[in-house]
């Protein structure tokens, strides 16, 4: 019998391969705003969060003009003038249609913004695998647990009926400080020695081992 009745998954750097294009469209916004590159890296490691506190930690010198010129700048390239190739991880559908099956509840809890969160779902045909999204700009933002606690209060489930699947830290840490399962996917922005540390109770390099882990597992 499976444990768990919701799994919980982050979009950016779990079920979309879309770092470099994030990365694209944060520098150009910093370009615009008339500030300094920074490294990929750097830049990488703020995925995750909800884009003011990411651009906050990138930029903690901007002005407050620099900082509306990031926000919008970013939010233009990402939605509409960035063309950097950004897809599912492979097996994405293939996971999902698996899972509902099997009849687990589905869950996105993402950094992004709703317009950017319907956007891609509705890009990679999705939308309706999902019965609850949650966006990191109607919420707390990540570590804050607060949107794991809001899906599981409006499933009418518990911590235990579910299961946080992600890559970044900021996944790991929220599930943790709420006493949530996770699982760690070591193909995104964090590798696993930074996620060990949330000590997730399963790592997967790609979404075709985690479909042959909970099939096993559980």
């Given at each position: 019998?499976?444990?768990?009745?919701?799994?919980?998954?982050?979009?950016?750097?779990?079920?979309?391969?879309?770092?470099?294009?994030?990365?694209?469209?944060?520098?150009?916004a910093?370009?615009?705003?008339?500030?300094?590159?920074?490294?990929?890296a750097?830049?990488?490691?703020?995925?995750?969060?909800?884009?003011?506190?990411?651009?906050?930690?990138?930029?903690?010198?901007?002005?407050?003009?620099?900082?509306?010129?990031?926000?919008?700048?970013?939010?233009?390239?990402?939605?509409?003038?960035?063309?950097?190739p950004?897809?599912?991880f492979?097996?994405?559908?293939?996971?999902?249609?698996?899972?509902?099956?099997?009849?687990?509840?589905l869950?996105?809890?993402?950094?992004?913004?709703?317009?950017?969160?319907?956007?891609?779902?509705?890009?990679?045909?999705?939308?309706?695998?999902?019965?609850?999204?949650?966006?990191?700009?109607?919420?707390?933002?990540?570590?804050?647990?607060?949107?794991?606690?809001?899906?599981?209060?409006?499933?009418?489930?518990?911590?235990?009926?579910?299961?946080?699947v992600?890559?970044?830290?900021?996944?790991?840490?929220?599930?943790?400080?709420?006493?949530?399962?996770?699982?760690?996917?070591?193909?995104?922005?964090?590798?696993?020695?930074?996620?060990?540390?949330?000590?997730?109770?399963?790592?997967c390099?790609?979404?075709?081992?985690?479909?042959?882990?909970?099939?096993?597992?559980?």
């Open positions: 019998m499976k444990p768990y009745k919701v799994i919980i998954f982050d979009w950016d750097g779990t079920l979309m391969d879309s770092d470099k294009r994030i990365v694209a469209c944060l520098k150009e910093a370009l615009r705003a008339d500030l300094p590159l920074l490294s990929d750097d830049y990488k490691n703020i995925i995750g969060l909800s884009l003011p506190i990411a651009l906050t930690t990138l930029y903690p010198q901007a002005s407050e003009w620099q900082h509306k010129v990031l926000d919008a700048v970013y939010r233009w390239q990402f939605m509409e003038a960035n063309t950097t950004m897809l599912p492979v097996g994405m559908l293939d996971l999902l249609a698996t899972l509902k099956a099997q009849g687990y509840l869950a996105i809890a993402t950094g992004k913004s709703r317009p950017g969160l319907n956007s891609v779902l509705t890009e990679t045909g999705v939308t309706d695998d999902f019965v609850l999204t949650k966006s990191g700009e109607e919420t707390a933002c990540k570590p804050d647990p607060l949107m794991l606690q809001q899906i599981i209060d409006e499933l009418g489930l518990t911590l235990a009926d579910a299961l946080m992600g890559d970044s830290i900021y996944d790991l840490e929220m599930a943790q400080r709420i006493g949530m399962d996770a699982v760690a996917m070591t193909h995104g922005v964090h590798n696993e020695q930074q996620l060990a540390v949330f000590k997730p109770i399963a790592f390099d790609d979404l075709m081992q985690l479909k042959d882990w909970l099939a096993v597992a559980f």
